[in-house]
């Protein structure tokens, strides 16, 4: 029932659409070639923006754009008023398709790594409603999104405010650690409450490991991979991490009274970052989510510890 509701939708829409098609000079956009590998033509200045991930919302208004259409965590984090119109209630991992087109959106803005939100975008792409998928790992990701974003608003000046100058503020950090020479021997954990949800990253696995990476930090997991399917003290004692870092996951004070209980037995106090002092868990407002506008400050929160 739920399929045959959305078909006709679907219809619904599609017919409206080609009942108001645009005239060539008016369907003038930016085109762009999303994650997914398909060449998209956005609109400038859309009206009513769905916007399906919270960190997109977050780049989206940096850009000038007002957030319509979204899921409640960006309402919870400040990039949405209250009133805007839900299409899931939590962080954009089963969206309300029916809701979705229902709600007219001029543009869709969605997660390439979120298999719900791939799945709204090719439907949303069936019906004709401009839709792109982005996927931001790295800091340059980020430039990309806010770039895309800010040539559809027409504000290319936020570019420079949180873009270029963000860029600068960084560039000078790493500067200052590609002059230094040093190599520190570090350790990421990803900690949930409980053994099983707790493993070390990679490089390639988590965005804080490769920013760690860039100032000239070296992570023991990226040759130890069985770290990567748990915390086996003998490998992390055999190259013994002069610093490790802690970003938690769910229930932040349930993963981080479970950490402290490992970091307080008997062989752990054993290792040098232990010992030394230099254990840190990373607070979440920079580490948990893509910092955006904030990369600057995440990079110098890391590079005061790695220097201290």
Known sequence: MKRLILTLLLIVYIFTLSACAPSPAEADGIQFTDASGQTVILPKEPKNAAVLFSSFADIWVSAGGKVEITVGESIERGFAESDAILVDGGAGKTIDIEALIASNPDIVIASADIDAQKEAAEICRKAGIPTVLLQVESFDDYLDALRLFTEITGKTELYEKYGTAVKTEIDEIKKSFADDGKTEKILFIRAGS?????????????????????????????????????????????????????????????????????????????????????????????????PNALWAESYKYLAEILND
């Open 194 to 290: 409980s053994e099983r949800s707790t493993k070390a990253k990679n490089t390639e696995q988590h965005f804080v490991c490769g920013m760690l990476k860039e100032l000239g930090a070296e992570n023991i997991a990226d040759y130890a991979p069985v770290l990567l399917d748990g915390l086996s003290f003998e490998d992390i004692l055999m190259h013994d991490p002069e610093f490790i870092f802690i970003s938690t996951m769910g229930d932040e004070n349930a993963a981080k009274e479970y950490m402290s209980g490992v970091l307080e037995k008997t062989e752990w106090q054993s290792l040098s970052a232990v010992k030394n002092g230099k254990v840190y868990f990373l607070p979440k407002d920079l580490f948990q989510f893509k």
